[in-house]
């Protein structure tokens, strides 16, 4: 996998999902963070913005109306 012009948050994420490979926004922003983050904080939009950045590269994918997030299977 591309992993070149990620940033750290991005990077962190795709590990996370290749051990898990489907997660929330709020877990995903809890395992980079390393504490509970909530919702409508800084933490879990920063999470959030990684996300959408990598469903652009097409390297991840939304499940269940945004609600979950899986690696997608590589070509």
């Known amino acids: 996998m591309e992993t070149a012009g990620l940033s750290k948050n991005q990077k962190l994420i795709l590990q996370f999902l290749e051990v898990k490979p489907e997660m929330t926004t ?4 809890e395992l980079v963070f390393g504490k509970p983050v909530e919702y409508q904080t ?6 959030h913005r ?3 950045s990598l469903e652009r590269r ?3 994918k939304r499940v269940q109306i945004q609600l979950r997030w899986k690696l ?3 070509v």
């Open 26 to 29: 709020k877990e995903l922003a």
């Open 42 to 47: 800084k933490e879990y939009s920063s999470v």
């Open 72 to 74: 997608k299977a590589k």
């Open 58 to 60: 097409r390297l991840i």
């Open 50 to 52: 990684s996300l959408l």
